[in-house]
C-alpha cells in the first residue's frame, strides 16, 4: 500500500493525466485499455462508469464512489463532454483528437514506477491491486470474481496472489 500511495504521489506531481489513470484504474478495477477510451460524458454527473469491456466484449457497469467522483469532478473540471478523458497530444491522421494508447500510459507509469523501486510493473498491476485489496478489506472472493467477470473463484484467487498467501499466513504458526 506504501508503494501504491508513492505513486500516486508521485504521479500527482507530474503529470495529472497519468495519476487520473492511476486513480482510475485502482478505485474501480477496470482494465486500462477500456478507462482510456472513455469520454467526459461517460463519467460526468454519473453514478456508474458503463462500458463494454474490450477484452470480454460484456456491459460491465463500474460504481463510483464519493472519493473517485470527487478527483474525477476536479479533473474534468474545464472539459467538454465530448473530449477523451485521457487525450493524446498526437491527432489522428485527419486531425481528430484521439486517447492515449495502452503502450503511452504503461511507459510513462512504468518509468516513475521504476523510478520509485516498484518492481515487475505492468498495466494489470493496477487490476490486481485493487482485488487483492478489495479482498483484503471485504473477504468477498464471490463479489470480486462478478467484478472481474471470471469464470471461477480459484482463478480470482489465482490472479490476485492470494491463494500463495493464505497459504503462507496458514504456515505462519504450524510447526511440529
Same mark, same amino acid.
Given at each position: ?67 473517485? *467522483? ?18 493524446? *497530444? ?67 484467487? *489465482? ?18
Amino acid at each position: 500500500m506504501e508503494k501504491i500511495i508513492e505513486l500516486k504521489r508521485e504521479l500527482l506531481k507530474r503529470n495529472y493525466k497519468y495519476y487520473m489513470v492511476c486513480v482510475m484504474a485502482l478505485n474501480t478495477g477496470m482494465r486500462i485499455g477500456d478507462i482510456i477510451t472513455l469520454k467526459v460524458a461517460d463519467v460526468k454527473n454519473k453514478t456508474h462508469i458503463v462500458i463494454r469491456e474490450e477484452k470480454t466484449n460484456k456491459t460491465k457497469l463500474f460504481p463510483i464512489n464519493a472519493q473517485l *467522483r470527487d478527483e474525477i469532478n476536479q479533473y474534468i473540471a474545464r472539459m467538454e463532454n465530448e473530449d477523451y478523458l485521457f487525450e493524446s *497530444r498526437q491527432k489522428n491522421n485527419i486531425g481528430v483528437k484521439v486517447n492515449i494508447t495502452r503502450v503511452q500510459a504503461y511507459r510513462y507509469i512504468k518509468s516513475v514506477a521504476e523510478e520509485i523501486g516498484i518492481e515487475h510493473f505492468g498495466m494489470h498491476s493496477f487490476r490486481k491491486s485493487f482485488g487483492y485489496f478489495y479482498y483484503q478489506q471485504t473477504k468477498d472472493v464471490a463479489k470480486l470474481m462478478q467484478i472481474f467477470n471470471h469464470s471461477s473463484q480459484e482463478v480470482t484467487k *489465482r490472479y490476485i496472489g492470494l491463494s500463495q498467501d493464505e497459504i503462507d499466513e496458514s504456515l505462519q504458526n504450524f510447526f511440529l
